[in-house]
């Protein structure tokens, strides 16, 4: 249920902005939201705290239409707090499978279940919920504005960039002097009467019109209140931290098959999948022979093998800070365990051997879904051209029977 009883408003800041300013911004981005906003599933006057909730969890860095794909099938499979607690977590993640940074999913259910085992409902303040995992103040402050009515700013990339320029903040707004300026106006604009519509419509501005390039100041709805337009330089803000290009990382992946059935692992201790079922993996040292890479990771997995396969494919796949590039290995162990766990990492890193119909059934991330499907790509390829080969040697046979 959305909570419609307003919250203490938060006590003025020191330096204000002039009230004619401030009230020209509040009253123009409204209007201009009243009359432009996205029409988005979680925008729905009957939308939940608990679907707000999903939704900003969802909405972490990653973009709307992705979010759009994910967020009512997730709803409709786990529509109350008490459902998504009673869930297993392998369901859960497999509703989330494909949208990324899990372990948002895996926070979103332990609060879950928190909160159920406590007999409590979600919180409705933003102190409140942030003593919940995976909520940060961004996160807090948007659910208990839209969803709660309480007076705070929720400032994301998209409210920085439009406030650094409206106000020409000339500081790194991710450092800590340029945040705390962007915080500063951001708190003093917040409107005390739509809070949630609010900061809502600074969300709207910075994706539609005040975007990261080339904003589109004529359409602007504060084009006479913004410093940067006025001073020329709205494609100079806001001041970022110097981008770091990706890291480029190279690993091995290895289907280990016997028979039907190939080894998928589990590793619940964080890191890129976590709480995914994954292929085994190893990353390639620089100097580590791919035999050696190989060994080891059979090791790991107290696997034996004869014969190194070769490479049966290359898959890329894009992390925010890695570009991971996988060797694909098919090896057939001489010798293998079926138990699951292993002597180092039991509670940490669970496999099992299973079937390819199984594989699909399974939460597992994109990249290793890529990794599954070139490798199933090139066993059919592999397969046709063994058959061919064996139909051509029999007719060369039958001929010579012949001759
Ligand atoms: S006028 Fe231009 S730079 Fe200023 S807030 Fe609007 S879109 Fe952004």
Redesign the pocket.
């Known amino acids: 249920m959305r909570i419609t009883k307003r919250k203490k408003s938060p006590p003025p800041v020191e330096n204000p902005i002039p009230a004619p300013t401030r009230n020209a911004i509040r009253r123009r981005l409204l209007n201009w939201y009243d009359k432009n906003k996205r029409d988005l599933p979680w925008r729905k006057r009957e939308s939940s705290v608990y679907a707000q909730w999903v939704a900003e969890i969802m909405l972490q860095q990653t973009r709307v239409d992705t979010v759009l794909n994910y967020y009512e099938p997730f709803l409709k499979r786990f529509p109350t707090i008490a459902s998504l607690a009673k869930a297993q977590e392998s369901t859960v993640m497999k509703t989330w499978e494909g949208l990324g940074y899990y372990r948002r999913a895996r926070n979103l259910h332990r609060a879950a279940k928190l909160l159920t085992e406590n007999k409590q409902a979600v919180p409705t303040t933003v102190e409140a919920l942030q003593q919940l995992p995976g909520i940060g103040e961004y996160t807090a402050s948007a659910i208990a504005s839209i969803a709660c009515g309480e007076v705070a700013a929720a400032i994301d990339g998209n409210v920085a960039r439009?406030i650094s320029?409206?106000f020409a903040i000339d500081k790194d707004v991710r450092a800590s002097a340029g945040a705390a300026s962007v915080r500063h106006f951001a708190r003093d604009l917040v409107s005390p009467s739509r809070p949630g519509d609010f900061n809502q419509a600074w969300m709207d501005l910075g994706s539609k019109?005040?975007t990261p390039q080339a904003?589109?100041?004529p359409n602007?709805p504060?084009?006479n209140q913004?410093q940067?337009?006025e001073e020329d330089r709205?494609d100079q803000l806001p001041v970022l931290p110097k981008k770091e290009s990706p890291k480029p990382v190279n690993l091995i992946a290895a289907l280990f098959v016997r028979g039907e059935k190939v080894l998928m692992i589990r590793d619940m201790k964080g890191g890129w999948w976590s709480g995914l079922w994954s292929f085994p993996s190893i990353e390639k040292k620089t100097g580590h022979s791919t035999r050696r890479t190989i060994d080891d990771l059979a090791a790991r997995y107290e696997i034996a093998i004869d014969a190194i396969p070769k490479r049966q494919a290359t898959v890329r796949h894009q992390l925010t800070h890695r570009t991971l590039s996988f060797d694909i290995r098919v090896c057939r162990p001489t010798q293998y365990v079926t138990r699951s766990g292993d002597g180092n990492d039991a509670e940490t890193i669970e496999r099992k051997w299973v079937t390819g119909k199984q594989v699909e059934k399974l939460p597992v991330s994109t990249a290793h879904r890529k990794i599954w499907a070139s490798a199933m790509r090139n066993m059919a390829q592999e397969k046709l051209v063994k058959e061919k080969r064996r139909k051509s040697l029999n007719s060369v046979s039958l001929l010579k029977e012949r001759a």
């Open positions: 439009v320029r409206l019109i005040c904003p589109s100041c602007c504060l084009i913004c940067a337009f709205a």
